[in-house]
């Protein structure tokens, strides 16, 4: 099982970036998606999940309305647009594949992680 996460960079305050991780070896074809993301020093926090289907994407409250997750089951690749970036928004973001088939923001929840990818935003 790979995952492989790209689209990080550094971009100022209000500008965009849309994150990537495509999913190979995954054992099933019916598991939920997720984005977490790491700042340094803090804990990891959830950011979006999305069901196996594409439907109930959820968010996390700091990025409600300005990140929306998508995923592609043809080609096995989940996407992350982030909009209005804000510099808290700074962290590594990991994308996830769950155990089962619906969204969740528990960690717990997820079997494979991607390696990160760095997203910087200067104000």
């Known amino acids: 099982v790979q995952l492989q996460a790209s689209g990080g960079g550094s971009v100022q305050a209000g500008g965009s970036l849309r994150l990537s991780c495509v999913a190979s070896?995954?054992?099933?074809?019916?598991?939920?998606v997720g984005w977490f993301r790491q700042a340094p020093g803090k804990e990891r926090e959830f950011v979006a999940s999305?069901?196996?289907?594409?439907?109930?994407?959820s968010y996390g409250e700091s990025v409600k309305d300005r990140f929306t997750i998508s995923r592609d089951r043809i080609t096995n690749t989940l996407y992350l647009q982030l909009n209005s970036l804000k510099p808290e928004d700074t962290a590594v973001y990991y994308c996830?594949?769950?155990?089962?088939?619906?969204?969740?923001?528990?960690?717990?929840?997820?079997?494979?992680w991607g390696q990160g990818t760095q997203v910087t935003v200067s104000s």
């Open positions: 996830a594949v769950a155990r089962g088939s619906w969204a969740s923001s528990n960690a717990r929840e997820y079997t494979y």
């Open positions: 070896g995954i054992p099933s074809d019916s598991y939920a």
């Open positions: 999305i069901n196996w289907n594409g439907g109930n994407p």
